[in-house]
């Protein structure tokens, strides 16, 4: 069940969790795909310094990717002191695919801390609050009293309405609208532009399909897909 947090970050102040350099660590970015860069992006319309990229695909056969230098790779990452470091999670959230889930515990549980990214092009509420490592891309609003859980990404244009309870590691993709007092466990994915009415519960590792909309609670590990949606249970039978 998804808990609302302490730690408010006010309208006047999300600044305050988006400096990386504030105790003069290295910022890090993992990987080096298509969210990687729109999160190099958000950094830099804050001018702000990233040290470097640590990808595996680019550790042997590349000295810089767009400007960052190549640092190596995640077991390099592994062997250094995670308190001169902070991170940054490059790996999108596709369904079905923990990879970013799975760095953020790898490295969480070997000592590292996640750096939350906001685009300045944001709106965001009063009482909002906002996980480690979560990241708020451009264009997006969230409304007073939501909570926004570590790792969580919540993309281009997307809205999140208030009171909301969103999870850890959950994907919300560009152009979702989310309404009201909505709960979205954990690892759920929220495909492009669905839409989530009020007051339903999402369950942990649900799937729902780009264009959706959810106009009923889900059971965890859910699939619903199209304008009509037919609700499955993954693993299990259609309803």
Known sequence: MVKKRTGVIGRGTPLSVFEPHANSRKCVLLGAGGHAKVVVDALKSRDLKIDGVVAPELANDHSFWRGLKVLGDDDWLIGQEPKEFILLNGVGGLPGNCLRQSLFDRFKSAGFEFQ???????????????????????????????????????????????????????????????SGEVVIEDEVHLGTGASVIQGVTIGVRSIVGAGTVVVQSLPMASKVVGPKPRLTVIGGRSQ
Not at 150 to 160: E, F, K, S
């Open 116 to 178: 939350t990214v906001i685009h300045p092009n944001t709106t965001i509420g009063s009482e909002v609050t906002l996980g480690e490592g979560s990241q708020i891309m451009a264009g997006v609003v969230l409304q007073v009293g939501s909570h926004i859980g570590d790792n969580t990404i919540i993309n281009t244009g997307a809205t999140v309405d208030h009171d909301c309870q969103i999870g850890k590691s959950v994907h919300i993709a560009p152009g979702v609208n989310v």
